[in-house]
């Protein structure tokens, strides 16, 4: 199975300043079809998760542009250029280029200093 | 309005059973290849199955395989997860996603819990 490693798990932030989180796999997140499925999911207090990001760097309509996710092979990064009070919660990498199973990481929480 | 609820979830004795519904209104679930996730309480996300768009082929994660049976009613528009011989670590919310061709997870049910207590 495909081991994803986020780091930090935890993550206080200060209003408007940047935060990263990092995804690293166990193994190349390249599918044989060339794309590489790797995706980024928020999931704030009491909610369903909610997609983010899909295949590295495509962003979901209505995801604010000041996140933005990079990377290849296997490390991956989300980022977010000016922290919001929204966007506290837990973040999530997942992949599904290895299958099954699906996998997540671990989860990262973002809390606001 | 495009959602996926879910129902079914409750208080069930170990190696009771249980049927999990999830409800699709503003597509048809027979376009899209379903998903069931759990999560335990404070806890992380896991994948536990996965139903092809056109029914013919299921997957599970092994530690439900041949305990839980993922199906779905395209007539009702409604997927479901039989579970059985339910044990306490499957307490968890469960979820239902859709994938659109392998963009997953783009929609999801607001989670139901189910938990495995005597």
């Known amino acids: 199975d495909v081991v994803l490693t986020q780091s930090p798990l935890s993550l206080p932030v200060t209003l408007g300043q940047p935060a990263s989180i990092s995804c690293r796999s166990s193994?190349?997140?390249?599918?044989?079809?060339?794309?590489?499925?790797l995706n980024w999911f928020q999931q704030r207090p009491g909610q369903s998760p909610r997609r983010l990001i899909y295949?590295?760097?495509n962003r979901d309509s209505g995801v604010p542009d000041r996140f933005s996710g990079s990377g290849s092979g296997t490390d991956f990064t989300l980022k977010i250029t000016r922290v919001e009070a929204e966007d506290v919660g837990v973040y999530y990498c997942m992949q599904n280029t290895h299958w099954p199973p699906y996998t997540f990481g671990q989860g990262t929480k973002l809390e606001i200093k | 309005e495009v959602q996926l609820v879910e129902s079914g979830g409750g208080l069930v004795q170990p190696g009771g059973s249980l049927r999990l519904s999830c409800a699709a209104s503003?597509?048809?679930?027979?376009?899209?290849?379903m998903h069931w996730l759990r999560q335990p309480p404070g806890e992380g996300l896991m994948w536990i199955s996965v139903?092809?768009?056109?029914?013919?082929?299921?997957t599970y994660a092994d530690s439900v395989k041949g305990r839980f049976t993922i199906s779905r009613d395209t007539a009702k528009n409604t997927l479901y997860l039989q579970m059985n011989s339910l044990r306490a670590e499957d307490t968890a919310f469960y979820y239902c996603?859709?994938?659109?061709?392998?963009?997953?997870?783009?929609?999801w049910g607001q989670g139901t819990l189910v938990t495995v207590s005597s």
């Open positions: 139903i092809r768009h056109d029914g013919t082929g299921t």
């Open positions: 193994q190349s997140l390249v599918h044989s079809d060339g794309n590489t499925y």
């Open positions: 503003g597509f048809t679930l027979g376009d899209y290849w």
């Open positions: 295949k590295v760097s």
């Open positions: 996603a859709r994938d659109a061709s392998a963009k997953p997870y783009d929609l």
